[in-house]
């Protein structure tokens, strides 16, 4: 009789890894393994033979939780939130530029008297 357990289960991990200190971590690939340490030991092996990285994850998959598609619709964007864009600011330095004008025009005169 053999001491290997045969009731195992596999499961399917999620790998990302990240490129350089500060960068996001990206997914790569999925894999299945018994348990967390084969996996990251199998992430390894095949991952850094073709890329470089300072990181890497390894997520099971049933531990990633994400909305259901009937509560995605809850993701857009309200239309009330223009404030929070940039395109606003785009005029900002003709502005500046304009007041600067001004203001010199103003004090240019104030020293000419």
């Not at 200190?21 to 199998?42: D, K, R, T, Y």
């Not at 009330?80 to 785009?90: A, Q």
């Not at 330095?93 to 000419?112: I, M, Q």
Request: some cysteine.
């Amino acid at each position: 009789m053999s001491n290997h357990s045969t009731d195992e289960t596999f499961a399917v991990y999620e790998v990302f890894s990240q490129k350089n200190q500060g960068a996001s971590f990206i997914h790569q690939f999925s894999l299945l393994a018994p348990n967390a340490e084969v996996a990251l030991a199998m992430a390894r092996d095949n991952f850094l033979r073709r890329e470089h990285c300072v990181n890497l994850w390894v997520v099971k998959r049933d531990d990633i939780h994400t909305l259901a598609p009937e509560e995605r619709m809850y993701l857009e964007r309200l239309d009330n939130k223009s404030y929070r864009e940039t395109k606003g600011y785009g005029d900002l330095p003709s502005k500046w530029r304009h007041h600067k004008e001004e203001y010199e025009a103003k004090h240019g005169k104030a020293n000419d008297k």
